[in-house]
């Protein structure tokens, strides 16, 4: 499963103090890093392309399908689901923005299929929803089958084995008050160049969740750097379908000024020299900074740096 997959969700009775799909990005897509960005607008300079980076950022965050809309997760039970707003059901939605008894959301032998009420009025890609539907998940190819009622939205996750429901609403409160990102000062100081070692094979790294979820991760290989003088190294995962390195990390600003579980960064694979850029600029908190329910991974051991990377996106605290 990719990475970003796995930044999604987390329970909706489970509370984080840590962060771990991203989706995390809605994942958040990555920006093109510095050198992709020259290679398409030559004429744009360092400090333009981060400002515009930063643009792209904040307005997914606060789209009506970005980590701000997220209102739940609930992981099915095998058999019958309930869900509306009536707090029998197996899935309780806030009041006023469903119906008692919007339908039933059945999960057998790996599947999950919808029984709709027609008074719920589902809707998939703009059609009305009647009768039964099969639903696909993210982790399917094609992506996963994404029913609106309302202002809410909804899909079916998959996590390992288990199966849950990822619930948004574009009118949630949290992203209405939502107050932005902050950042450290540009500093070219922090775009690095590293010599990528690569695996071969590449090995598979556990990475585990905020969830206590493991999975195991392809890494290519192994990013070298320096900074003052000294040396150190990242692990650097590839995303299935993805071009760029996906990097997880955590440093000694972590829990200070930057969130505390770490976070992500991008970077373009190498080039015929075997260099990689690292622009600690655009290093960003996951999305368990903004939401309780994604279910962010966690650097593994080996990127904990022992310095701090003063560069990047800082956290406020008050997400």
């Not at 990475?207 to 900074?227: C, H, K, Q, R, Y």
């Amino acid at each position: 499963m990719s990475i970003r997959k796995l930044i999604v969700f987390a329970p909706a009775l489970i509370l984080f103090t840590a962060c771990a799909k991203v989706e995390e990005p809605a994942k958040t897509q990555p920006s093109p890093t510095p050198a992709a960005a020259a290679a398409a607008t030559p004429a744009v300079s360092y400090e333009q392309g981060l400002e515009e980076w930063k643009a792209k950022r904040l307005a997914n965050l606060k789209s009506e399908d970005g980590w701000l809309t997220l209102i739940g997760l609930f992981w099915f039970k095998e058999g019958e689901n309930r869900f509306g707003s009536d707090p029998a059901g197996e899935i309780v939605l806030p009041e006023g923005k469903a119906p008692a008894k919007a339908g039933t959301l059945r999960l057998a032998a790996g599947k999950v299929t919808l029984e709709a009420n027609p008074d719920a009025k589902i809707t998939s890609k703009g059609q009305p929803v009647t009768g039964t539907l099969e639903l696909k998940s993210d982790d399917d190819d094609g992506g996963p089958t994404v029913l609106e009622m309302g202002t809410l939205s909804f899909h079916v996750v998959k996590r390992n084995e288990r199966l849950g429901l990822r619930v948004k609403d574009r009118e949630n409160p949290a992203r209405a008050a939502f107050k932005g990102t902050d950042y450290y000062p540009a500093d070219k100081r922090w775009v690095v160049n590293a010599r990528f070692e690569p695996y071969d094979p590449p090995k598979k790294v556990p990475i585990v969740n905020v969830l206590d979820m493991t999975t195991e991760e392809i890494s290519p290989g192994a990013l070298a750097f320096e900074v003052d003088g000294h040396p150190y190294k990242l692990e650097a995962l590839k995303e299935k379908g993805e071009e760029q390195f996906f990097i997880i990390f955590r440093d000694q600003t972590s829990g200070k000024e930057t969130y505390p579980a770490g976070r992500y960064m991008y970077a373009d694979p190498p080039g015929a020299d075997g260099r990689v850029t690292l622009d600690f600029n655009r290093a960003y908190s996951p999305p368990c900074a903004f939401t309780k329910y994604a279910t962010c991974p966690l650097p593994p051991e080996q990127n904990r740096l022992p310095l701090r990377v003063e560069a990047g996106e800082r956290y406020l605290g008050s997400h």
